[in-house]
């Protein structure tokens, strides 16, 4: 019985759900207090904008950007997207590291963004989960294969195609920071390698 309990409690989304309420709380905040498409309103109070970081050192706008949506339209894309990766790449991996990941991947597709920001003197506020999303997409390709080839359904082909879809609509799209959907992807992907470990069953783990 405790093994299936144990079981049963890592299957529930409990981190995935807690983030899609954290984006819409902060969203919901900020929509009451201003306009979420004022990208001046969006840079004053946590997006990430190159100019702040560089000479201001702020920093930490790396992180606080992942949980700010410009608009309804936004947020709810982002957070359907969320909840249909975080299920299945929290289930695989565990909440902590889950947590991790999405955290690690989502600070990735920021610093990315800024350094190619940097780099051409074109700067944008950027902000939202998509960097982070797209990093749960990277981890779940990593958890595909090690699974040779096919995990819960999902199969390696499966997942070239989402990617590839994903990667489509954000450069057919106008107003997308792709680095930061490529420096989550890259993010993610690496970071599941350290932190995934392929589940092994044996006798122990089968309690009736």
């Given at each position: 019985m405790d093994s299936y309990n144990r079981e049963y409690n890592n299957s529930k989304s409990y981190v995935t759900i807690g983030i899609i309420a954290a984006n819409v709380i902060v969203f919901g905040i900020m929509t009451i207090f201003?306009?979420?498409?004022?990208?001046e309103y969006m840079a004053?109070?946590?997006?990430?904008?190159?100019e702040y970081v560089s000479k201001g050192g702020e920093y930490w706008r790396f992180f606080?950007?992942?949980f700010m949506h410009f608009g309804l339209m936004h947020i709810l894309n982002n957070m359907v997207m969320l909840?249909?990766?975080g299920q299945m790449v929290e289930k695989a991996m565990g909440h902590v590291k889950f947590l991790i990941t999405y955290l690690f991947a989502g600070i990735c597709g920021s610093v990315l963004s800024y350094i190619i920001m940097l780099k051409k003197q074109d700067y944008?506020?950027?902000a939202g989960a998509s960097g982070a999303i797209f990093g749960l997409v990277g981890a779940l390709a990593w958890i595909v294969i090690a699974n040779r080839g096919r995990y819960e359904g999902i199969s390696r082909q499966q997942i070239i195609i989402m990617v590839v879809l994903m990667v489509y609509y954000g450069v057919s799209t106008s107003g997308v920071d792709n680095w930061d959907h490529l420096g989550g992807?890259?993010?993610?992907f690496l970071i599941s390698i350290v932190l995934y470990r392929k589940k092994r069953y044996n006798e122990s783990d089968i309690t009736l």
């Open positions: 201003g306009n979420t498409l004022d990208a004053e109070h946590g997006a990430m904008y190159p606080t950007s992942m909840g249909a990766a944008a506020v950027s992807l890259i993010g993610g």
